[in-house]
């Protein structure tokens, strides 16, 4: 069975640097069929898409966030993480992990996110 | 970049069957067929429903059901259950700017 679970500070104060890790279980990350995605959710909000990273290492982010984000990827430690820099209160949310399904008949098209994480919240305060 | 666009509320009583919309603002949806939709009870992640427009994972109920026309995809639930209450929202996957765009989220309320 898949699992995803996500890990990290509960609380960020504001211009200092995120870091959360996502700990994949049964399933291996270095895979080609997926992308290693990260999704965050705003309070009583919508989803909003973060960025993803391939096992080679490739990255894609969320134009509006690119200038602040880093995905990394430890193959040894069946983890992907996530780092936003220079925070705001902007930033407070649920942060979820995602696995999404790449369609190779498709070109890479992405074809859904089918394992999420449990979320984590991380508020942005002094 | 499609933007998606989705009824903030819907609502239908038990055994009934009710449809939500995602419409696009540009021809994304028409031309890409990455659409997925979640769902979401309160406090919970996201679980997925369907994928590329029509597909529904294992697990997934029959009650579940999309489509696409155009500009604009649907997820049906027929037979409505309580247990179905929660927010859905869609996806679109596509090759330029945002990779992935969500609709801003549908509440679906049984009555």
């Known amino acids: 069975q898949v699992q995803l679970q996500e890990s990290g500070p509960g609380l960020v104060e504001p211009s200092q640097t995120l870091s959360l890790t996502c700990t994949v279980s049964g399933a291996s990350i270095s895979s080609d069929g997926y992308y290693w995605t990260w999704i965050r959710q705003h309070p009583g909000k919508g989803l909003e898409w973060v960025g993803h990273?391939?096992?080679?290492?490739?990255?894609y982010y969320n134009p509006s966030l690119k200038s602040r984000i880093i995905i990394a990827l430890d193959t040894s430690k069946s983890q992907f993480s996530l780092q936003l820099n220079s925070v705001t209160a902007a930033d407070t949310a649920v942060y979820y992990c995602?696995?999404?399904?790449?369609?190779?008949?498709?070109?890479?098209?992405?074809?859904?996110?089918?394992?999420w994480g449990q979320g984590t919240m991380v508020t942005v305060s002094s | 970049q499609s933007a998606l666009t989705q009824p903030p509320s819907v609502s239908g009583s038990p055994g009934q069957s009710v449809t939500i919309s995602c419409t696009g603002t540009?021809?994304?949806?028409?031309?890409?067929?990455?659409v997925s939709w979640y769902q979401q009870p309160p406090g919970t992640a996201p679980k997925l429903m369907i994928y590329?427009?029509?597909n529904r994972p294992s697990g997934v109920p029959d009650r579940f059901s999309g489509s696409k026309s155009g500009n604009t995809a649907s997820l049906t639930i027929s037979g409505l259950q309580a247990e179905d209450e929660a927010d859905y929202y869609c996806?679109?996957?596509?090759?330029?700017?945002?990779?992935?765009?969500f609709g801003g989220g549908t509440k679906l309320t049984v009555l």
């Open positions: 590329e427009v029509n």
């Open positions: 990273i391939y096992h080679s290492g490739s990255t």
């Open positions: 540009s021809s994304d949806l028409d031309t890409y067929n990455s």
């Open positions: 996806s679109l996957y596509s090759t330029s700017g945002t990779l992935v765009v």
């Open positions: 995602a696995r999404g399904l790449i369609n190779w008949n498709r070109g890479g098209h992405l074809r859904a996110f089918d394992i």
